[in-house]
């Protein structure tokens, strides 16, 4: 137990560092000192979503990557490769800060939840694309530029198959969204979604298909999440398959099993002959096999031994009886 201060050491020991006396910690000794862990925080940032909730976003989002991955490489006809790079807290700012000019900045909405998310596609991956679905191989352009009318219409077709497949995923929070593309900018400093020191949720991908690589972006408006934030954390998804203690839905699995047909096969004997006899056999002749007539028989059950059974008939048909369950 560490000791207890006399209210004289304590005065003394203030007028102590106050003058600057101490040499060195073995003055210090006789104290309990503790360090204490700083975090840096900086209250022009707030942290409004949870470590739990951004846990949960990111397996939200590794689905999605998964299942874009294939869509797209359908879409373009070659293989794509799609990461999930990070997820993070930034202010909208920040983020706007971080994209190239001219770029692919598209506006969604989420309905019925109120307010906006941006998506960018970055040059580096938005031109190599258009050049893929115009018959080229995917080139990227040297100098980069505004996309045309005809680029846009293309690139309008990829969002498409982006927002069902966001679509999708965030359907296991929210069952009746919907997300639709309210408009297109080849400036992200045009539009403002949320106020340049509003906190958002930013979610970065990373694409490549052949020679290409490229980076796009997803943000989310915590003000725009905020309804199911709560809801986020708390689906089944985020932790896995709920788990069934060991026997718990017995029943209802052999009841569905009742209906299934597995094949059931007699083995009456088996023998083996030389590829010479098998040639020369002819109708009416007569193979042994290892087996005496009144010998029990295997019954296989899908292809796995299960009983044992007397050759006889029942009602002028060929039958066995079992005689043991294995």
């Not at 006399?6 to 003055?27: C, F, N, P, R």
């Not at 909405?109 to 080229?136: C, Q, R, T, W």
């Not at 689906?235 to 299934?260: A, C, F, P, T, Y």
């Amino acid at each position: 137990m560490s000791e207890i201060l006399s209210q004289e050491e304590i005065d003394a020991l203030l007028s102590t560092v106050s003058e600057g006396d101490i040499k060195d910690d073995s003055e210090l000794d006789h104290l309990s000192y503790i360090p204490k862990k700083i975090s840096l925080y900086d209250f022009r940032r707030p942290d409004r979503v949870s470590k739990e909730q951004l846990r949960a976003m990111r397996s939200l989002h590794d689905k999605f990557s998964r299942n874009f991955s294939s869509s797209l490489s359908n879409f373009l006809r070659t293989i794509t490769d799609i990461n999930l790079v990070s997820i993070d807290q930034m202010t909208y700012g920040e983020f706007l800060l971080s994209l190239p000019d001219p770029t692919s900045f598209n506006i969604i909405s989420m309905i019925p939840l109120e307010g906006n998310v941006a998506l960018e596609i970055n040059p580096s991956l938005i031109y190599p694309m258009v050049d893929k679905l115009l018959g080229g191989i995917g080139e990227p352009l040297y100098k980069v530029r505004d996309l045309t009318g005809l680029e846009q219409h293309i690139v309008n077709n990829l969002l498409l198959i982006i927002l069902k497949d966001l679509q999708e995923i965030w359907k296991q929070v929210i069952s009746n969204i919907k997300f639709r593309k309210e408009a297109s900018e080849n400036s992200p400093q045009i539009v403002q979604i949320v106020a340049q020191n509003e906190v958002i949720v930013l979610v970065v991908f990373e694409i490549k298909f052949g020679e290409v690589s490229g980076m796009m972006n997803i943000c989310y408006p915590t003000i725009t999440l905020e309804p199911i934030l709560g809801k986020i954390c708390s689906q089944d998804w985020i932790v896995g398959s709920r788990k069934v203690k060991l026997g718990e839905n017995k029943e209802i699995m052999l009841k569905l099993l009742e209906d299934i047909s597995i094949p059931l096969q007699i083995i009456l004997g088996n023998t083996s002959l030389p590829i010479e006899k098998i040639l020369d056999l002819n109708e009416g002749d007569i193979i042994l096999t290892e087996k005496k007539a009144n010998e029990p028989v295997d019954i296989m059950a899908n292809n796995l031994l299960k009983f044992k059974a007397q050759i006889g008939s029942h009602d002028s048909k060929k039958a066995v009886k079992i005689q043991k369950i294995l």
